[in-house]
């Protein structure tokens, strides 16, 4: 009797051992492969940065030439730059307001650098860096439009946004009695915008100046109704990388090379 409970405790304290130890190693595993970017980053030479491909003046691919263009690609090569000289070549990705929390998290990006606002809700998913630009929530409209700001957005009318933005929660908060109507991205909701499919479009003032740029029959009115703050997002856990950004920025900013790109694609 005594030496069976003996040995039925001895194979209790094994089993409680064993499932211990195999959750320390997981843990140790997860901490030194998945979860620190900035290692791999260094190891492979090359930062992946999340960036909008169809934002003209932040990210917008140039059918020409077949690159991305704007304020959000020269001020992450000049920030990966500044964090590791030449060592590292930066790369792009294309991400949408939808797609970019998801990648980053699933490793597919280091970084994202995409008119991303900062908010609390999303500080849950991913780490922010400092802010690197202040936006605010605007309509723009065909010129001559009789929607010429919140107010106007009554029953009856239609407002264009994209999934995954701020600007999509946000109007319906403002502007509750209006239809919402949501894109995958920013091309195409411009697109029905000019197809007539709504009698405005929101977003951020700094990415309505872009489609006024492309169209100038459009133009933003009612002033801004939001603060959209950017950040850099980046995965959960990466202090060290957050870090490093933010040093970067700094630098970037106390240099004049910070002002020195945003005179090359904000105008406004
Ligand atoms: N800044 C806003 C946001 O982060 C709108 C721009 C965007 O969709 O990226 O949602």
């Given at each position: 009797m005594f030496k069976t409970k003996h040995i039925v405790k001895l194979v209790l304290v094994t089993i409680v051992a064993a499932l211990f130890l195999a959750g320390c190693g997981k843990d140790k595993a997860s901490t030194g492969s998945s979860k620190d970017v900035l290692a791999k980053i260094k190891e492979d030479k090359k930062i992946v940065f999340g960036v909008k491909y169809d934002t003209r003046l932040f990210g917008l691919k140039n059918p020409k030439t077949g690159e991305v263009e704007g304020f959000d690609i020269d001020l992450s090569k000049a920030l990966a730059e500044e964090m590791f000289g030449k060592d590292v070549k930066p790369e792009y990705v294309e991400v949408t307001s939808k797609t970019r929390v998801g990648l980053l998290n699933n490793g597919k990006v280091d970084a994202v650098v995409a008119t991303m606002t900062i908010t609390d809700e999303r500080k849950k998913e991913v780490d922010f860096t400092d802010v690197y630009f202040d936006a605010g929530q605007s309509l723009l409209v065909k010129k001559g439009s009789k929607i010429q700001g919140l107010q106007d957005l009554k029953k009856g009318t239609t407002v264009l946004a994209v999934k995954g933005s701020t600007s999509a929660i946000?109007?319906?908060e403002k502007a509750p009695e209006t239809t919402v109507l949501e894109y995958e991205n920013y091309a195409e909701a411009f697109?029905?915008?000019?197809?007539?499919?709504g009698d405005a479009l929101t977003t951020d003032d700094s990415i309505l100046y872009g489609m006024v740029e492309e169209d100038?029959?459009?133009?933003l009115v009612g002033g801004t109704f939001t603060e959209e703050p950017y950040g850099i997002a980046v995965k959960k856990g990466n202090q060290e990388l957050v870090d490093a950004l933010n040093k970067a920025l700094k630098s970037l900013k106390d240099s004049g090379k910070y002002d020195e790109i945003?005179?090359?694609?904000?105008?406004n």
């Open positions: 946000n109007i319906r697109t029905a915008l000019k197809a007539g499919k100038p029959s459009f133009q945003k005179n090359k694609w904000i105008k």
